[in-house]
């Protein structure tokens, strides 16, 4: 047997159990912290090959939660490449959580302060849970702090530490309870209950103040789910079944009854600037609901000297253009090759099957005299970019995708759990319009106020408080990655003076 020490193998089946369990679609959140007392169990009780057995603890979680691949539509001759993707894709995940293992485990076997390795520990997860999340390259699919999705109070925490402010609580959590478990010291024990007591009751004040934030004014918006299926090249049908659903949707809502008419991405095929077909289907829109549009297109202009190709949302009137935000976080290796544009001569030109699309910049779109933020699909995965929006003002958050690509699979269901996330980061009312399903309206604690299922066509009509009171984690960030990048980084130097002190010694 790869794990030869049977409290090893115990504590190694504990752990994948507790951590599978405690996110969607089990959403036992009170596991989270125990699944990583049962990690640092396993890793006390392990010696040999550290790095390779904690990557496959971990790699049943992210194989289970990336299992959506398979159900991806592609291309024909594409889908071999998928099983391929399924394999390697987790592995990759899995690589950080093995690493904080490895380093863990030499940090805990150390004689240092327990208070030292309390904090160090925690930090080094969160910042290598930010690195893998970040850059054009991150992935922060069902990061740790997700597991929270179900437990109000320590959810609406993220609106004052931000969402890794919840890993390091969660590791944190975990690592206490392992050292009563460990110790059986009673001055840890009476600390982690007065700690557990502490976390709840601050997180009851944040969902208790994000229950009842300011409103001066409302938006009310109709979103419409038409349901249509993306196609991976041009179909007439497609176009078709498209108008055919809007305009059936459109004639159950009253004139003058709604402010913003809100489509999914890629709601109209094609390039929107560019067809005639479109702007009158959207005008026709307009003219029967009085109301303004908001959707996703392909646009095509020329952008820093060059016509450059753009996943956008577009704000129409029946006339014009108000205003537009290009999709700023692209997808690696699907929307573009990343930063494919800066390489020299010909090696511009390489392709091997991903889109050619081109990063826009951050900004809030104008609806009404209030500004909004927009995510288009894979953006409502990262945190930062729904910060950065409300912080320039955006008084409420509209997430448009079009998950179709997902298939039957739970991909469209987590892709949706984590746009309420947004909601509860930044204080904000979420809508959201996916082509296929889920839409859906999200209060700022993370409540589902109204929801159209996968594979429905519906249209939901609400009429959403625009809010500008600022979250102190829009305020000011991720402090929580910065200080635990300070830990870690002095704790590290601190380390290795101290492993050069034992070695003189000896």
């Given at each position: 047997?790869?794990?030869?020490?049977?409290?090893?193998l115990l504590w190694a089946v504990l752990f994948i159990f507790t951590y599978i369990l405690s996110f969607y679609p089990?959403?036992?959140?009170?596991?989270?912290?125990?699944?990583?007392?049962?990690?640092?169990?396993?890793?006390?009780?392990?010696?040999?090959?550290?790095?390779?057995?904690?990557?496959?603890?971990?790699?049943?979680?992210?194989?289970?939660?990336?299992?959506?691949?398979?159900?991806?539509?592609?291309?024909?001759?594409?889908?071999?490449?998928?099983?391929?993707?399924?394999?390697?894709?987790?592995?990759?995940?899995?690589?950080?959580?093995?690493?904080?293992?490895?380093?863990?485990?030499?940090?805990?076997?150390?004689?240092?302060?327990?208070?030292?390795?309390?904090?160090?520990?925690?930090?080094?997860?969160?910042?290598?849970?930010?690195?893998?999340?970040?850059?054009?390259?991150?992935?922060?699919?069902?990061?740790?702090?997700?597991?929270?999705?179900?437990?109000?109070?320590?959810?609406?925490?993220?609106?004052?530490?931000?969402?890794?402010?919840?890993?390091?609580?969660?590791?944190?959590?975990?690592?206490?309870?392992?050292?009563?478990?460990?110790?059986?010291?009673?001055?840890?024990?009476?600390?982690?209950?007065?700690?557990?007591?502490?976390?709840?009751?601050?997180?009851?004040?944040?969902?208790?103040?994000?229950?009842?934030?300011?409103?001066?004014?409302?938006?009310?918006?109709?979103?419409?789910?038409?349901?249509?299926?993306?196609?991976?090249?041009?179909?007439?049908?497609?176009?078709?079944?498209?108008?055919?659903?809007?305009?059936?949707?459109?004639?159950?809502?009253?004139?003058?009854?709604?402010?913003?008419?809100?489509?999914?991405?890629?709601?109209?095929?094609?390039?929107?600037?560019?067809?005639?077909?479109?702007?009158?289907?959207?005008?026709?829109?307009?003219?029967?609901?009085?109301?303004?549009?908001?959707?996703?297109?392909?646009?095509?202009?020329?952008?820093?000297?060059?016509?450059?190709?753009?996943?956008?949302?577009?704000?129409?009137?029946?006339?014009?253009?108000?205003?537009?935000?290009?999709?700023?976080?692209?997808?690696?290796?699907?929307?573009?090759?990343?930063?494919?544009?800066?390489?020299?001569?010909?090696?511009?030109?390489?392709?091997?099957?991903?889109?050619?699309?081109?990063?826009?910049?951050?900004?809030?779109?104008?609806?009404?005299?209030?500004?909004?933020?927009?995510?288009?699909?894979?953006?409502?995965?990262?945190?930062?970019?729904?910060?950065?929006?409300?912080?320039?003002?955006?008084?409420?958050?509209?997430?448009?995708?079009?998950?179709?690509?997902?298939?039957?699979?739970?991909?469209?269901?987590?892709?949706?759990?984590?746009?309420?996330?947004?909601?509860?980061?930044?204080?904000?009312?979420?809508?959201?319009?996916?082509?296929?399903?889920?839409?859906?309206?999200?209060?700022?604690?993370?409540?589902?106020?109204?929801?159209?299922?996968?594979?429905?066509?519906?249209?939901?009509?609400?009429?959403?408080?625009?809010?500008?009171?600022?979250?102190?984690?829009?305020?000011?960030?991720?402090?929580?990655?910065?200080?635990?990048?300070?830990?870690?980084?002095?704790?590290?130097?601190?380390?290795?003076?101290?492993?050069?002190?034992?070695?003189?010694?000896?």
């Amino acid at each position: 047997m790869f794990i030869k020490n049977r409290d090893s193998l115990l504590w190694a089946v504990l752990f994948i159990f507790t951590y599978i369990l405690s996110f969607y679609p089990f959403n036992l959140y009170f596991l989270a912290p125990v699944s990583f007392t049962f990690l640092f169990a396993f890793l006390d009780s392990t010696e040999k090959n550290i790095l390779i057995k904690s990557a496959l603890l971990f790699y049943p979680f992210y194989a289970f939660h990336t299992f959506w691949i398979l159900h991806l539509q592609v291309e024909k001759g594409v889908e071999k490449f998928l099983i391929l993707g399924l394999i390697l894709l987790p592995l990759y995940l899995s690589l950080y959580p093995a690493l904080f293992s490895l380093i863990s485990k030499k940090i805990i076997s150390k004689t240092y302060n327990t208070a030292y390795k309390i904090l160090f520990v925690p930090s080094l997860w969160v910042v290598l849970e930010y690195i893998k999340s970040s850059s054009v390259f991150g992935f922060p699919w069902m990061d740790l702090y997700y597991s929270q999705l179900n437990h109000p109070e320590l959810a609406s925490l993220s609106s004052i530490t931000g969402p890794y402010g919840l890993s390091f609580i969660i590791v944190a959590l975990g690592y206490l309870f392992f050292l009563i478990y460990k110790s059986r010291d009673k001055i840890i024990l009476y600390s982690t209950i007065a700690l557990v007591f502490f976390i709840e009751l601050t997180g009851f004040l944040a969902y208790n103040r994000l229950k009842n934030l300011k409103t001066d004014s409302k938006l009310k918006v109709a979103v419409l789910q038409p349901n249509i299926l993306p196609k991976n090249i041009y179909d007439p049908l497609e176009w078709v079944k498209t108008k055919d659903s809007l305009l059936y949707l459109t004639q159950k809502i009253k004139k003058d009854s709604v402010d913003l008419i809100v489509l999914s991405e890629s709601a109209i095929p094609g390039y929107f600037r560019y067809s005639l077909r479109a702007t009158r289907l959207l005008k026709a829109i307009h003219d029967s609901t009085g109301a303004l549009v908001l959707f996703g297109t392909q646009d095509k202009r020329k952008v820093k000297g060059a016509y450059r190709t753009l996943n956008t949302a577009m704000l129409f009137d029946g006339h014009t253009i108000l205003d537009l935000y290009d999709k700023h976080h692209l997808v690696p290796f699907g929307e573009w090759f990343p930063y494919q544009y800066k390489l020299p001569g010909k090696l511009k030109d390489i392709n091997l099957g991903w889109g050619d699309f081109f990063p826009g910049n951050i900004k809030t779109v104008k609806i009404m005299g209030h500004k909004a933020g927009i995510l288009i699909c894979f953006e409502s995965i990262f945190p930062e970019i729904s910060r950065k929006m409300a912080k320039m003002g955006a008084e409420v958050l509209f997430v448009i995708t079009n998950d179709g690509w997902f298939g039957k699979s739970k991909g469209p269901v987590e892709h949706f759990e984590m746009s309420r996330f947004r909601s509860t980061e930044t204080g904000r009312y979420v809508v959201r319009s996916a082509k296929t399903g889920i839409s859906a309206i999200i209060d700022p604690t993370g409540r589902v106020v109204k929801k159209l299922g996968l594979f429905k066509k519906g249209i939901l009509i609400y009429n959403v408080p625009l809010i500008k009171e600022k979250t102190f984690y829009t305020r000011y960030g991720e402090f929580v990655v910065v200080l635990s990048f300070l830990i870690v980084l002095v704790f590290l130097v601190y380390n290795n003076l101290y492993t050069l002190k034992e070695r003189r010694h000896t």
